[in-house]
């Protein structure tokens, strides 16, 4: 026989529709956190003080400016319409945005080139993917697969360009060490990490 605690369980909804906004400063939470790291990733890419670093600086600012205003419009339509439907597309949203952020740190630190970013950036993008590893839905864990695999093949790019490209201003031979090294090492590590979750995937829940 079943307890009421039990019942509740079993009826409480997924962490999705709980995440959905109720209140408009909830709505705009995540846009905002978006738009910051867009402006820290500029001044970050400028602080090198290396034209390669401030373009990839730039066009993650762009990025994440493009984030922004997707998460604005998928919150806005789910605090408007409180609707299971819209509450799973904004998950949808969170989700293929998160993972994205994710991936972008890891490849854009390889390709900045130095080595101590480097390091920090792949561990930071690593632990990004990884909060939404730990999620339920089919969704999440094929995204986190599907993110994995783009820091394996944008990996592999670097690599062949490392070993290709001549050495000059924009390619010093440490630059070069690190895409090489460091692209091969984090293309690897990705590799496994994306057919781990591809696996995981498909015994996930689709929802």
């Known amino acids: ?74 919150a806005l339509r789910a605090y408007r319409e409180q609707t299971r439907g819209a509450s799973w597309d904004l998950h949808r949203v969170r989700v293929v945005v998160g993972v994205t952020a994710g991936a972008a740190v890891m490849v854009a630190s390889l390709v900045v080139g ?36 783009g820091v394996v093949l944008s990996c592999a790019v670097l690599v062949v360009l490392g070993l290709v490209l001549p050495e000059g201003p924009v390619l010093p031979a440490w630059r070069a060490a690190v895409w090489v090294g460091g692209g091969i090492a984090a293309a690897v590590f990705a590799a496994v990490l994306a057919l781990v979750h591809a696996q995981r995937a498909g015994r996930a829940p689709s929802r």
């Open 1 to 74: 026989m079943e307890t009421d605690d039990q019942e509740q369980t079993e009826e409480a909804p997924p962490g999705w529709v709980l995440r959905t906004p109720t209140r408009y400063r909830e709505v705009l939470g995540s846009p905002v956190l978006a738009l910051v790291l867009a402006v820290v990733a500029v001044l970050v890419g400028r602080a090198f003080g290396d034209a390669l670093a401030l373009v990839t600086g730039t066009v993650a600012g762009v990025l994440g400016i493009a984030c922004a205003v997707v998460l604005l419009v998928a």
């Open 114 to 149: 130095f080595p101590i970013a480097a390091t920090i950036g792949v561990v930071g993008g690593f632990s990004q993917l990884s909060r939404y590893a730990r999620s339920v839905p089919r969704f999440d864990l094929s995204a986190v697969a599907w993110a994995f695999l």
